[in-house]
């Protein structure tokens, strides 16, 4: 597996996106900074979803960055996409392995220490853990992680981290400085006015805390 630049992933929610085209935002995202795009449509037909997955790994190969598709392994599998994401009800690790291969990412949601340590340990390339803060695009949430959360996971998780949750350029450099990775933003970027400058700021905030532009 290639090293992968953890700072920005973007995930294109098709609800977050509010009618936006998703594949403009996915250009204007990357354009701006992102280092890493999730694709996810909840609502999406299969064929829609493998359609805008084929076309999304066209551009992303293009520029050098990675595309995981998010709980559909079919699809992820089916558009040659470069790891698939999954929540905690979604297919468990060992068997999305044996159909993924080892070459590409499984990443894994989890909102508690005791779910970061078990997916690490069947096997997680990431975690994703959160909601760090409060969020507009998920009501259902639950207890929120906060950075002292955050940090316990650091604390015994050794895979990469991608904090997620109520997100903005004026807070990530706290979930870096709390020993995340990166963030994975979705309202920040899906719902701004102008997208390409809404990823090119919080970007720039990360740089600040990490010290690093893409590709170092």
């Known amino acids: 597996m290639r090293r992968i630049d953890w ?5 294109a929610d098709s609800e977050a996106a509010g009618g936006r085209e998703i ?3 996915i250009v204007d995202a990357v354009e701006g900074g992102a280092t890493l795009v999730q ?3 909840k609502k999406w037909t299969s064929r829609k979803f493998l359609e805008l997955g084929v076309q999304a790994v066209r551009f992303l190969r293009a520029e050098k960055i990675p595309l995981i598709i998010n709980d559909r392994l079919d699809i992820a599998l089916a558009c040659e996409a470069d790891g698939v994401h999954l ?10 392995r044996k159909l993924l291969g080892k070459n590409r990412m499984i990443g894994i949601s989890t909102s508690t220490l005791e779910e970061a340590e078990e997916a690490e340990k069947a096997g997680a390339d990431y975690v994703g853990a959160g909601p760090v ?3 507009l ?4 949430i639950g207890p929120l992680l906060g950075l002292e959360g955050l940090r316990a996971i650091r604390e015994k998780v050794k895979i990469p981290i991608l904090a997620i949750g109520g997100l903005t350029a004026g807070n990530v450099g706290e979930v870096i400085s709390a020993g995340a990775d990166g963030v994975a933003v979705i309202s920040a970027i899906a ?3 102008n997208p390409k400058k809404a990823a090119a700021e919080i970007i720039e905030s990360i740089k600040k805390h990490t010290g690093r532009g893409r590709g170092d």
């Open 191 to 193: 719902a701004a006015a």
């Open 7 to 11: 700072r920005l992933c973007f995930i």
């Open 137 to 140: 695009s998920k009501r259902d």
């Open 87 to 96: 929540g905690q009800d979604d297919l468990p690790i060992h068997y999305a």
């Open 23 to 25: 594949l403009p935002l």
């Open 133 to 135: 803060f409060g969020t």
């Open 39 to 41: 694709l996810r449509g």
